[in-house]
């Protein structure tokens, strides 16, 4: 059974950085698609980012040059760097994986960016 776990949230202010981190059981993360999602409060949760089995990422425009993911394949944990956060960037934060079709998420973790 896969499944997923987020880390690495916190409070951080405007212009700060944070590193979150996603472990799995019950699935390589080199050999899939790993997403990183979040949701602010009364939005729907929305893509931030995703890095392929094969390294090649993409990232929403809201993030994109501030954020980064990688990927660490001896420890098997998928991290996302995030830079000169915003206010706007609060919300809880998922790592997401599909395998045969079932979407597996994590428990989240909240970045909570404010002075």
């Known amino acids: 059974q896969v499944q997923l776990v987020e880390s690495g949230g916190g409070l951080v202010h405007p212009g700060g950085s944070l590193r979150l981190s996603c472990a799995a059981s019950?699935?390589?993360?080199?050999?899939?698609?790993t997403g990183w999602y979040r949701q602010a409060p009364g939005k729907e949760r929305e893509l931030v980012g995703s890095?392929?089995?094969?390294?090649?990422?993409n990232y929403a425009d809201s993030v994109k040059g501030r954020f980064t993911i990688l990927r660490n394949n001896a420890k098997n944990l998928v991290y996302l760097q995030m830079n000169s956060l915003r206010p706007e960037d609060t919300a809880v934060y998922y790592c997401?994986?599909?395998?045969?079709?079932?979407?597996?998420w994590g428990q989240g973790t909240q970045v909570t960016v404010s002075s």
């Open positions: 997401n994986v599909v395998v045969l079709s079932q979407d597996y």
């Open positions: 019950g699935i390589i993360f080199s050999s899939v698609t």
């Open positions: 890095i392929t089995s094969g390294f090649s990422s």
